[in-house]
């Protein structure tokens, strides 16, 4: 399985909504990634977990709020977000190549 | 931090040309360099990539090259096909996890 799974494909909410983001792998990988993605723009990192550790934050606002319960699993919970935050959030894992979920694309309202 | 300029922004080729598209980073420890293809609405894939200690590496049509002393790397793809249509990112590693994309490339082959 080389593959990296996202939910929700589509989220919208609210400013005042608590959501979250959920990412799944079972590729052994023992490092997973969340990358943010405005249109036509490349992905820019926003926090790294290694050996489900948090090893990066990109200095993301404290309203993204990371959680990586076990190796296969990586949650990226989400409290009083801007419109400016609406973009696709990728889910990534691997060590060189890394292998990307299909994203889940946010629209805050 | 790691800067990494990508070029052209924009490529338009036709059906059986080829393209190359090159890109400049400014950090002297980087030792990765992958290249992702991204089509219209999908995940980013990666297509190539080089390791500092190798200046060049193929893929049936697609190549990589790397110049270590002048901070450039760049993916040349031959006979290029309408699939070959998306955009493009080169990216940047030092090896802690940290892989900086370029600004991105589209690429359109006319058939």
């Known amino acids: 399985d080389t593959e990296v799974t996202q939910t929700p494909k589509h989220l919208v909410m609210g400013m005042t909504n608590k959501k979250s983001l959920k990412c799944e792998q079972h590729m052994g990988h023992r490092a997973m990634y969340w990358y943010k993605q405005k249109a036509k723009k490349p992905p820019e990192l926003m926090f790294v977990?290694?050996?489900?550790?948090?090893?990066i934050n990109e200095s993301v606002p404290s309203r993204f709020s990371p959680e990586c319960p076990n190796s296969s699993l990586l949650n990226l919970h989400l409290h009083a977000l801007q419109p400016e935050d609406s973009a696709l959030y990728l889910c990534?894992?691997?060590?060189?190549?890394?292998?990307f979920g299909e994203g889940s694309r946010l629209t805050v309202l | 931090g790691e800067n990494v300029e990508q070029h052209p922004s924009t490529l338009s080729v036709q059906e059986g040309d080829s393209a190359v598209i090159k890109c400049t980073y400014s950090?002297?420890?980087?030792?990765?360099f992958p290249w992702y293809k991204q089509e219209l609405g999908k995940r980013p894939q990666l297509i190539i990539d080089i390791r500092s200690n190798v200046g060049e590496k193929k893929d049936q049509r697609i190549a990589v090259t790397l110049n270590k002393t002048a901070k450039h790397f760049s993916l040349h793809i031959t006979e290029t096909q309408p699939e070959d249509s998306a955009v493009y990112f080169c990216a940047v590693s030092t090896g802690f996890q940290k892989l900086v994309f370029g600004t991105g490339t589209r690429l359109l082959v006319s058939p």
């Open positions: 990534a894992s691997g060590t060189s190549e890394l292998f």
């Open positions: 977990y290694s050996y489900e550790k948090l090893s």
């Open positions: 950090d002297s420890a980087s030792n990765y």
